[in-house]
């Protein structure tokens, strides 16, 4: 790279804030920092009656002498994979809710002037953390990361981390008590320990404009020395930018592009970026691109879109449970690939970061949500801080990602008063976070004496586009009834189907009005499409769901066996019938919007 080539602009006055992140402090992209992996073995206690904090497990004593009393023993106690929930990996495990204590060894070096910071991708549902017998702080929301600072805790030689992680429901938590999925428990993120400089680069964004023609963002140091000169570098466009940081640590910058290839799912351009500072340094890939709504229209780097999605939970099929590697996720999106799919709505809570990632790579559209779903503690404050914790740790770990197009509020929550001021205080949380971005949640309708589905939710004024999910034919009547129906669905804004399906399982054959049999599956998607056609606004759907999932509330002992069976793709990966009409009606939609 030839560095007088570059483009240099000194620090501009006009720049925008586009992100406030508020409390959260975590490195960005930890991953390509100096780090400890700690995955692997960690042994485990089940502590169904909660006797470990009381008997001090986190302190991890060892018999000293015979007669000593010590009735736990981590060092001879079994061992499950993190990252991995522990459901899928013991089957006494399968339905245990509760707490299990994790403990692992390991051997640090720390070194002088160093700081040290032990980082987890995610830990359902809460998480207390203990570094060499000391408790490190406690962390709630099972899908998102989180650290904490050990500089003045990490031993050199000898270390153990306890972990107490607990999947028990409650009313007042983020989801709440009821959800149709499986209470996956544990350690089911990576597990690192960082080295960092004293003042290390913490966090930083780049954005396209909406003009397309600058990017702007920000840099955010951490530590004392915090006046530094900074250089942001976009490697393959020869662009870069000097910028001083401020008594805070923090440089804020705009500056012209040149060079730069728009990322879009048919050309998924990726750039290596380097952040410079005097004291640290550290790259990641971004892809640059705008996403607007104008009239009924998506627009992509300006240009209309039509969403080809899919919904998809976080679950390998193949070990049903909790992926445990990054090949794993690519598997799924490989699958929602071959489905001719744009775009994919990651429901119903943050998926592992490493979605993003391979989203970027890939070429997909990706909504994120949150797990405010169905019922939560609508008038509990403790829930709206949680559920707006979760919000800001997802929309923090992802603002990089040009995949993401969409936050998500959450799903199918009934539109009354408190709930109404809940997520609307959670939408104007996201615009405040991100102005970037579009906002949405996945509504309900009704449906009138007159077989009409009309849509009068509150919150969608809020909102970016209009989503909605819908089961005309499978909860509503069955599928050869569906041609009776209407939308009456009269948007000046985008509309999405976020949810439509029926189940079916794989290789059971019978005729359409069979329920869970293949033909009746392909029926009910052979009249939706007839039937949503008919949206003028309609800009984007995504079936529910890709692939068969587990959840304890599918208890039909002959189809279901605890797997909800809306998949296209069984739990083993064959494609039903029904993926094809779901493809053929994918490639229709890109014959006409490209
Ligand atoms: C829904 C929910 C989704 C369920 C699905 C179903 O509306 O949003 O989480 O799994 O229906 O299969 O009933």
Redesign the pocket.
């Known amino acids: 790279m030839r560095k007088s080539s570059f483009l240099c602009f000194v620090f501009a006055t006009i720049f925008t804030n586009l992100f406030a992140q508020g409390q959260i402090n975590i490195i960005q992209n930890i991953k390509a920092r100096n780090i400890l992996n700690l995955d692997g073995k960690w042994h485990y206690i089940v502590d169904p009656y909660n006797t470990g904090d009381g008997s001090r497990f986190f302190s991890n004593k060892i018999q000293g002498s015979p007669d000593e009393l010590v009735e736990y023993d981590f060092s001879s106690a079994p061992t499950l994979s993190v990252p991995g929930d522990w459901n899928s990996q013991q089957n006494d495990l399968l339905y245990y809710e509760g707490a299990v204590w994790y403990e692992r060894d390991f051997v640090a070096r720390p070194k002088q002037g160093k700081r040290y910071f032990l980082n987890f991708g995610a830990v359902n549902y809460k998480a207390d953390v203990y570094l060499n017998g000391r408790l490190l702080g406690t962390h709630e929301g099972g899908f998102t990361p989180f650290q904490f600072e050990v500089t003045d805790k990490i031993e050199d030689g000898d270390n153990f981390i306890v972990v107490k992680a607990d999947n028990t429901r409650y009313a007042e938590n983020v989801p709440a008590e009821n959800?149709?999925?499986w209470n996956y428990g544990g350690i089911t993120r990576d597990v690192v320990l960082a080295e960092m400089n004293e003042t290390y680069i913490n966090d930083y964004s780049l954005q396209l404009t909406n003009d397309m023609k600058n990017v702007t963002g920000y840099v955010q140091l951490n530590g004392m020395q915090t006046s530094q000169q900074v250089t942001v570098q976009i490697m393959e466009a020869n662009l870069q930018i000097k910028i001083p940081t401020n008594s805070s640590g923090r440089a804020t910058f705009i500056f012209p592009i040149k060079n730069i290839e728009f990322w879009s799912p048919e050309n998924p351009q990726l750039y290596t970026i380097k952040i410079l500072a005097t004291s640290d340094t550290t790259t990641d890939h971004i892809g640059f691109r705008t996403i607007e709504t104008k009239g009924k229209n998506i627009l992509l780097n300006g240009k209309p879109i039509f969403l080809r999605g899919v919904c998809l939970h976080e679950e390998n099929p193949m070990i049903p449970g909790r992926p445990r590697s990054k090949s794993d996720l690519k598997m799924l999106l490989s699958w929602a690939k071959e489905l001719n799919c744009n775009y994919v709505r990651l429901?119903?809570y943050p998926h592992n970061e490493y979605m993003s990632q391979l989203a970027d790579e890939m070429g997909l559209l990706l909504w994120e949500e949150v797990p405010v779903y169905w019922s939560i503690d609508w008038e509990n404050n403790d829930t709206y801080e949680s559920a707006k914790q979760q919000l800001s740790e997802l929309i923090y770990r992802d603002k990089n990602r040009a995949s993401v197009i969409i936050w998500s509020i959450g799903?199918?929550t009934p539109n009354t008063d408190t709930r109404n001021k809940f997520m609307g205080d959670l939408a104007d949380h996201v615009r405040r976070m991100d102005t970037t971005r579009l906002v949405s949640a996945?509504l309900l309708g009704y449906i009138d004496s007159t077989k009409t589905f009309r849509m009068n939710d509150s919150l969608g004024k809020k909102l970016d586009l209009l989503s909605f999910?819908e089961?005309i034919g499978w909860?509503i009547e069955s599928p050869a009834e569906i041609p009776q129906y209407n939308f009456a669905i009269d948007a000046d804004k985008p509309v999405i189907i976020s949810?439509f399906?029926a189940e079916a399982l794989g290789g059971f054959y019978a005729d359409t009005a069979t329920r869970f049999s293949e033909e009746m599956q392909e029926l009910f998607y052979k009249n939706q499409f007839k039937l949503i056609s008919d949206i003028p606004a309609l800009r984007g759907t995504s079936p529910?769901?890709l692939v068969d999932f587990r959840?304890p509330k599918r208890l039909n002992p002959i189809y279901q066996e605890g797997w909800?069976r809306?998949g296209l793709y069984t739990e083993t990966g064959k494609k039903k019938k029904a993926f094809f009409v779901v493809k053929g009606w994918n490639d229709a939609m890109q014959k006409k919007y490209g």
């Open positions: 959800f149709d999925w429901t119903h799903n199918e996945a999910n089961y909860y949810e399906g529910w769901v959840s909800n809306k």
